[in-house]
């Protein structure tokens, strides 16, 4: 039996196990055999029951092989302690190849209307300039279809070869016309075959219900993917956790299981006609989804023996910084894995600004598979499980007796952020306190949201350096730890500070320096497992992982975590990531791939970010980017969550200008989350993680959401922010923000 009837024949084997005990016959129309979620209350109930129940065994027999056991962790890449990158077949797209023997192919996608050839052109040939090896390009209806073909000769006529790519939501038909003319077509199963859905929550109680509607897609997916094999046309099945079909949430939930599940289901159609030049993506606007759910998809290809290549990127990143940091986790934290073939880093900025972030992370991606970076260490991983994310929470510092100083705040619990500093910065005083993110009462620094909860003093001040010291001292008064290495300590002496020692001197139970009551060891990744153990039995306030030079952190840190939570060590991990080189972008990328890759598995406690480069990279930068670190992580939230979408041919307002508008009137409530969409086309699920959503309803009219419900519809725009703000009030979410001249950062 070929690999693709195995597959096929497998997947109705579990569709018949998912069978539930109602009445409900079999019906050939989706009229009579779907069951909307409209009726009454008790009814409800029961289906939430039984969809619940459906759910969770969908979700397990998606966990188990053949043989009914649970698969075993590790196996979603060539080897979790090397970067090898996952091998796959080359997809040719128009004169581009993307595969694991070629570079990682960088695209982007235009903002413009579609139907605006001239824009739309100029906007492509923008993005080829500036480095874009593909560009996708929004395809709602058949006017914006009749364009393309005009875009594509205009572009060739002006030279430009850079592939096209036509993104389809909800339309077959136009999918079929754009064949004609593009170089790719993008489909998102959650929505291809199933209409402009209402996005209801739909139950399909028996197995010939769900498999009716697999039928129904085959017939309206197969005339394309013939066209496309005829064509020579590429394609990518991408899955967006924000619109999943309804059949698949019925039966899977929004989980990563279903992610993957609602690809295969039309992957498998493209095999059933010997078609396979098209790629996967599974984005998700949580980088920490969006990891599980791709790692799962390669778990579930090696699986099948499928080697169909992936296109990385998170959804809905937002702008700036944060956009740049939560792709980089996202996306960087694969790569390092050896998953991915081309990317795309989403933000709410001008296309043509995506590449350039696109590039570092293909670099880092690239340069980590050539020097198949870490391998230092084999060891078999027992404790990180991919599939379900646990968090390895150390135990926070308490109080012991006969301390002069309270230590419990020099740690947060939900992730710290440690700074370094020098002792130029801690002669400055107030302009020290700001850039830490104290507010400052009568000159003395208070505690904010976002204050750093330590400091690390490589060079200690002297005694006689007045100002310094008093500025330890006043941080050590609101709780900041001081972190000063013991042979420093030894020679210019902090009275309370925190020592940091090495494993070996640890493990000698090495007197600390007289002004230490604490200390702290640090990890350089060299450490055996045996030593790594004895920590079990030493009472250090936390473990700083400063990989040497040349070792791999990821790699190494993992050796790290599995050796302490097989031996039970409680001791909180913090990053300590040394930056010898690079600008502010460089130290955005680098940390969130290297240092969210580890976060976004559960691993660690916190960031140290010391650069030590030979840009001006301020202490706020490093401070800011830190806690930036921890909330792409899901770790910390300090400053209001956005999920705003790039913007694309569809959006209905200008997005960048409206973001920013909601950001400076909304970006003082840490902990509310607030999607701004261009429109609902990747449907409500997108704004999952958001409190209040403010999508573009129709031109110039804003439609309100709470959760995914939306609750006002078609505001005008111009009041609509107003209406958000009234919104968040409602929910008493809202803060007044604070009067600036009271806070110093
Ligand atoms: S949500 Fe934004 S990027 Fe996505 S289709 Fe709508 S306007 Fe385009």
Request: charged share 25%; hydrophobic share 35%.
């Amino acid at each position: 039996m070929s690999a693709l009837s195995s597959s096929m024949v497998s997947s109705r084997v579990v569709l018949r196990q998912f069978s539930s005990s109602s009445s409900s016959s079999s019906s050939s129309t989706q009229s009579t055999s779907r069951k909307s979620s409209t009726s009454s209350s008790s009814s409800n109930n029961r289906r939430t029951k039984v969809q619940r129940a459906i759910r969770a065994q969908a979700v397990q027999q998606h966990e188990m092989t053949e043989g009914g056991v649970l698969l075993p962790t590790g196996l979603y890449c060539p080897d979790t302690t090397q970067t090898f990158r996952r091998k796959t077949r080359t997809i040719q797209i128009g004169n581009v190849k993307v595969g694991s023997d070629h570079p990682i192919v960088k695209q982007t996608m235009t903002t413009s209307d579609t139907r605006d050839v001239d824009a739309t052109v100029n906007e492509i040939m923008r993005c080829a300039d500036a480095g874009a090896e593909m560009v996708r390009i929004t395809v709602q209806g058949m006017q914006e279809a009749k364009a393309c073909q005009e875009i594509k000769n205009k572009l060739l006529q002006s030279g430009y070869t850079t592939p096209i790519i036509a993104d389809i939501h909800f339309a077959p038909k136009v999918a079929m016309t754009v064949a004609d003319c593009l170089d790719k077509i993008r489909i998102n199963p959650g929505n291809f075959a199933d209409g402009r859905k209402k996005f209801e929550d739909i139950l399909y109680e028996t197995d010939e219900e769900y498999q009716a509607e697999i039928d129904e897609i085959e017939e309206v997916f197969t005339p394309l993917v013939l066209k496309c094999k005829a064509n020579n046309v590429a394609m990518r099945i991408g899955t967006n956790h924000g619109s999943l079909s309804a059949r698949t949430l019925s039966r899977f939930g929004d989980t990563p299981a279903g992610m993957v599940e609602s690809a295969f289901e039309f992957a498998r159609i493209c095999r059933k006609h010997d078609y396979h030049n098209f790629v996967f993506s599974m984005k998700a606007s949580n980088p920490l989804v969006m990891v599980q759910a791709y790692r799962l998809l390669s778990y579930e290809m090696y699986k099948l023996g499928w080697d169909y290549p992936l296109h990385l990127g998170v959804t809905e990143a937002g702008e700036g910084e944060d956009g740049r940091m939560k792709s980089s986790i996202g996306i960087g934290a694969l790569l390092l894995d050896g998953l991915g073939d081309t990317i795309r880093v989403s933000l709410t900025e001008a296309s043509e600004l995506e590449i350039e972030p696109c590039t570092r992370l293909a670099n880092l991606g690239m340069k980590a598979c050539a020097e198949k970076l870490g391998g230092e260490d084999k060891f078999t991983e027992t404790k990180r499980d991919f599939q379900s994310f646990e968090r390895f929470n150390g135990d926070l510092p308490e109080q012991k007796a006969d301390e002069t100083i309270d230590y419990r705040n020099v740690l947060h619990r939900d992730g710290s952020v440690i700074s370094s500093v020098t002792v130029e910065q801690l002669e400055s005083e107030d302009q020290f306190y700001a850039e830490l993110g104290c507010m400052l009462a009568v000159g003395m620094p208070l505690r904010d949201i976002a204050t750093s909860d330590s400091i690390l003093l490589r060079q200690a001040p002297q005694a006689s350096q007045e100002k310094a010291m008093r500025s330890i001292r006043r941080l050590q008064e609101i709780g900041c730890g001081v972190l000063v290495p013991e042979a420093e300590l030894k020679k210019n002496p902090v009275p309370n500070a925190i020592a940091i020692v090495s494993l070996a001197q640890a493990i000698a139970k090495e007197a600390l320096p007289e002004c230490a009551e604490r200390f702290a060891v640090t990890l350089n990744g060299s450490e055996s497992n045996e030593d790594l153990a004895k920590l079990k039995d030493i009472d250090a306030i936390m473990l700083l992982i400063q990989t040497e030079k040349g070792r791999s952190r990821i790699h190494s840190s993992r050796r790290i975590f599995e050796v302490l939570q097989a031996n039970g060590v409680k001791i909180p991990v913090i990053h300590h990531k040394h930056i010898v080189d690079g600008d502010k972008s460089d130290v955005v990328i680098q940390c969130g791939a290297q240092v969210g890759g580890l976060l976004c598995d559960g691993n660690g406690d916190g960031v140290l970010l010391e650069y030590v480069g030979n840009e001006k990279i301020p202490l706020s930068f490093l401070r800011t980017t830190s806690f930036g670190l921890l909330q792409g992580s899901r770790m910390r939230n300090t400053k209001t969550e956005y999920v705003s979408c790039p913007s694309c041919g569809r959006t209905l307002f200008d997005l960048q200008e409206v973001t920013a508008q909601i950001a400076e009137k909304t970006g003082h409530l840490p902990g509310v989350a607030i999607a701004v969409m261009g429109c609902i086309v990747n449907g409500p699920g997108e704004m999952a993680d958001a409190d209040f959503g403010y999508v573009g309803g129709a031109p110039g009219k804003i439609d309100l959401y709470v959760g995914k419900e939306v609750v006002r519809r078609g505001i005008p725009m111009e009041g609509a922010t107003e209406e958000l703000i009234e919104l968040i009030k409602e929910h008493d979410r809202w803060v007044e923000p604070k009067e600036k001249a009271a806070v110093a950062a």
